[in-house]
């Protein structure tokens, strides 16, 4: 009876010794992880669009089926940012956000543009996603308020800054490469800015692809970019491509994230 007890204490203390070993292991092993994830401080980025990025193109029950994600141009935005929706200007405070996007936003009144003018003068970063024809797909039939802006309604704002957005007819095809900053991106149907008479206390330079144009407003910036298809993941994602290289097919959204760094 004795040698029975002594094997079985010793098959206790042998459970007791892995157990402890085991748990030692699970410890170290979340140090090292905790270790390896520095905690991000991600720059507030203020969001107005109509474009179907944080919310699908497919309705509420869309939005709530199980399967629901943002669109992967929100996404990527989202690891560098912290994006803050805005619907309107009524609160809008330059220490809110380091940066405003406005992608394909809605119509604006004329309160609105005179809030986001006079918040760009006092200081305020601003970046503009302006397509004059967009084609980025729907689900909705056009007219439908929920579908995105076709064209962009901005056009007094640009010219108070003295700009005009136009659409050039003079691309063979309606998708395109544009070779900018070192990278390709690649588009349909995108717009030129022209220089416009005007310019009240604005001093706007076109860059010479004619695709973007840079405002230095008051004490703020605006950098303005004549598309807004660009975002669509359908043009730079290239999932085939992604599964063997790991990368983009196009640098579409290395290059809207540059330029935001930029601001």
Excluded at 36 to 43: A, G, H, K, L, Q
């Amino acid at each position: 009876m004795a040698v029975i007890f002594n094997n079985a204490d010793s098959r206790a203390r042998l459970l007791i010794g892995l157990l402890l070993v085991l748990g030692l292991v699970l410890l170290l092993s979340g140090l090292r992880y905790l270790q390896s994830e520095p905690v991000v401080d991600r720059r507030p980025l203020g969001l107005m669009t109509t474009l179907p990025l944080q919310w699908s193109d497919g309705g509420i029950e869309a939005d709530l089926s199980d399967n629901a994600e943002p669109h992967p141009a929100y996404v990527r935005l989202q690891q560098e940012y912290e994006i803050i929706p805005i619907d309107d200007f009524a609160a809008l405070d330059k220490k809110s956000f380091g940066v405003l996007l406005l992608a394909q936003p809605r119509a604006l009144g004329p309160s609105d543009l005179v809030e986001l003018d006079a918040w760009v003068r006092v200081g305020g970063h601003l970046m503009v996603l302006a397509d004059p024809a967009l084609q980025w797909g729907s689900l909705y039939p056009l007219g439908d308020k929920r579908r995105p802006l076709f064209t962009s309604m901005l056009s007094p704002l640009f010219s108070h800054w003295g700009l005009e957005l136009v659409l050039p007819l003079t691309d063979e095809k309606p998708v395109v490469l544009r070779d900018v900053d070192g990278g390709t991106i690649r588009t349909q149907t995108p717009g030129e800015w022209l220089m416009k008479a005007g310019g009240e206390g604005a001093a706007c330079t076109i860059e010479p692809a004619r695709l973007v144009a840079r405002c230095k407003i008051g004490k703020g910036k605006a950098l303005l970019v004549a598309d807004a298809d660009l975002l669509d993941s359908v043009y730079w994602e290239g999932i085939g491509v992604r599964a063997i290289t790991g990368h983009d097919e196009f640098a579409n959204l290395v290059w809207v994230n540059a330029l935001l760094s930029s601001l």
